[in-house]
C-alpha cells in the first residue's frame, strides 16, 4: 500500500520550497513557449491544421520532459546534497518519495501548459487551447509520469545513464510522431512507436482534436493503460531492486 501520508508529505516540502525561488516561475512560463514555437510556426506554415496537431504533441512532449527530468533530478539533487541516505532512513519507500515529487511535478506541467496556451492562444491557435485540450493534456500527463518511474530506477541503478536524458527524450519524442505521422515511418520503426506510451497520448490527443468521441479513442486509451502498467510495473519493481541493492552494498551518496 502506498503510505498517502508521506506522499504529501514529500508535495509539500516541494511546495514550500520552489514557492521561494518566484522568478524560477517567469522561466518555467516562458521557456516552453521558445522551445516550441520553432516546431509550431514552421508546421502552421504548411497548414493549421498541421500546426494545431503539432502544438498538441508538442506540449504532451513537453510534459514528458518535465518528468524524465524531474524524476532524475529527485535522486540527483538529493545525492548531491547529501541527503538521499535520510530518504532511506525515513519510513517511506524510494517509490512514495517519486510519487510525492511528481504530484509537484503535476502542479509545474499544469501551470506551463496553461500559459503556453494562452501565448499560442493569442498567436492565433484555437483548437489545440480549447479547455477539452487542456484536459487532454493533464490527462495524458498522468500516464507520462507514470512511464517515467521507469526512467527514475534506471537513473538510480545506473547513475551515468543520467548523462543522455535530453537524448532520450528527443530519440522518443521523434520515435512517437511529435512532428509527424508514424503511418509514414519505416515498418521497423513503426513498431517501435507502438510500444511507446507516448504515441498513444499523441494519437489520442490529435483524434480529440479532429472531434472523435471518447467512445472512438477508447481502443487506444485501453492500449495506453496497459503498455504505461507495465512499464510503472518494471519501474516499480528495478526500483525496488536498486534500492535494496544501495542497502546492501551502499553509495547513497555517489554521485
Known sequence: MINMSGVLTIAKKEYKIQLRYR?????LALT?????????????????????AVLVSSLMW???????????????????????????????????FLIGKGMWILVECIYITGVTMLIFWALGTSQATSFQMFAVYILS???TFAFSILWGALVLQFRRIAGINFITQEILGIASG????INAYPRLMRTVAYILPL??????????????TFFEVLPDLAILTIITFLYFSMG????????????????????
Open 23 to 27: 522568478v524560477v516561475w517567469l522561466n
Open 32 to 52: 516552453p513557449f521558445f522551445m516550441l514555437a520553432p516546431w509550431v510556426l514552421t508546421a502552421r506554415m504548411f497548414s493549421s491544421d498541421f500546426g494545431e
Open 62 to 96: 513537453y510534459w514528458l520532459n518535465q518528468y524524465f527530468f524531474g524524476v532524475q533530478e529527485a535522486f540527483e539533487e538529493e545525492r548531491e546534497e547529501g541527503t538521499l541516505i535520510s530518504i532511506a532512513l525515513a519510513p517511506i519507500s524510494l517509490l512514495e
Open 141 to 143: 500527463g498522468l500516464y
Open 178 to 181: 511529435v512532428t509527424a505521422n
Open 199 to 212: 504515441t498513444y497520448t499523441i494519437k489520442i490527443g490529435r483524434e480529440i482534436l479532429l472531434g472523435r
Open 236 to 255: 516499480t519493481v528495478m526500483l525496488k531492486r536498486a534500492e535494496n541493492n544501495l542497502r546492501s552494498t551502499g553509495g547513497w551518496e555517489a554521485w
